[in-house]
């Protein structure tokens, strides 16, 4: 950089929106909680300025408040759909806390080998990582069976990614040789990628769902996964989240959540299998709304 180019005032975009202020973190933490149950502690406000700022300049507003008025008054929802997935976190991968599949495989999956077809939910599937985890192991422990995975998310550009099924080559590094080469296709780079196979793709389906809001049921699962996305929310969210996935479960049904996200504190009508896993007890209906 010459002296010239650092004084020219075209060199770089200059920031003119002012940092966050406290009254603009509390609207929107309120706002991000009442929507989709983001619970953003005080001590948040750096993450929230970071990761709004783009949101904020690209819609040319001079302010959060203008930005955060923007969101609240456009009634597409568009807006509330892109803060949703700026401060969401969606991070993912391919095989993630592993003990959960194998425990899927070895105890639970040989109790739904008398089945003609099996359909698992993903919520807060993210892009998908999980979901076609999820297939592969179906495919592979109950062959000649309807595999089905019902996947969703309150993001709809992380579902859009995950029904894309194209994964750039660093986040299939994970995965075992044999599942890369039976499961996926090569897509022609660079970037190098790699695609779920059509008949693959044909078996998960993609829908939006609040899960802190309430969703009508149609269907009952055997196995629930829920991971990595209770841990966001408060006590109170927890236990409603907890209480709606447990009046989805068939009885005896199995509720996997990520490690992180202990049941302990919360109450809830799930018996402790092992570490986050938990299962509906095979004769008393698990109630939703839970009676108080
Ligand atoms: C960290 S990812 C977890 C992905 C995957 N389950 C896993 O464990 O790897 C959390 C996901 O939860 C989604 N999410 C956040 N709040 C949600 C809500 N209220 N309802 C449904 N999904 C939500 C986010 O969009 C994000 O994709």
Same mark, same amino acid.
């Given at each position: 950089m010459t002296r010239t180019d650092a004084m020219d005032p075209g060199w770089m975009e200059l920031d003119t929106v002012p940092p966050l202020a406290q009254q603009e973190f509390d609207q929107i933490r309120q706002l991000a909680y009442r929507t /989709? =149950?983001?619970?953003? @502690? &005080? =001590? @948040?406000e750096e993450l929230v300025s970071a990761r709004l700022r783009r949101l904020v300049r690209s819609g040319g507003f001079h302010s959060f408040q203008e930005y955060y008025r923007h969101v609240l008054g456009d009634s597409t929802g568009e807006a509330l759909a892109g803060m949703i997935d700026a401060l969401a976190t969606n991070h993912t991968s391919f095989l993630r806390e592993p003990d959960h599949f194998q425990f899927l495989r070895q105890h639970v999956l040989p109790s739904l080998a008398t089945r003609s077809s099996v359909e698992i939910w993903s919520a807060?599937? &993210? $892009? =998908?990582e999980e979901v076609w985890t999820l297939a592969f192991l179906l495919n592979e422990a109950l062959p000649s069976r309807t595999i089905r995975i019902a996947a969703t998310d309150i993001s709809n550009k992380a579902l859009k990614f995950a029904e894309r099924a194209l994964y750039p080559d660093h986040r299939c590094q994970g995965l075992p040789a044999e599942w890369l080469s039976r499961y996926f296709s090569p897509e022609n780079g660079p970037p190098h990628a790699y695609r779920v196979c059509p008949r693959i793709r044909t078996q998960a389906s993609f829908r939006r769902i609040n899960l802190v809001k309430p969703y009508v049921g149609h269907r009952l699962f055997p196995v629930i996964f829920c991971r990595n996305?209770?841990?966001? /929310?408060?006590r109170e969210t927890q236990e409603q989240v907890v209480g709606q996935l447990a009046a989805c479960l068939e009885p005896g049904g199995y509720l996997f959540v990520g490690h992180?996200? &202990?049941? $302990?504190r919360i109450s809830h009508a799930l018996e402790y299998v092992r570490p986050a896993v938990y299962r509906k007890s095979e004769t008393r209906e698990a109630k939703w709304p839970r009676s108080s």
């Open positions: /989709f =149950g983001l619970d953003l @502690k &005080s =001590g @948040k807060a599937c &993210s $892009t =998908g996305v209770m841990i966001y /929310f408060d992180a996200e &202990s049941l $302990t």
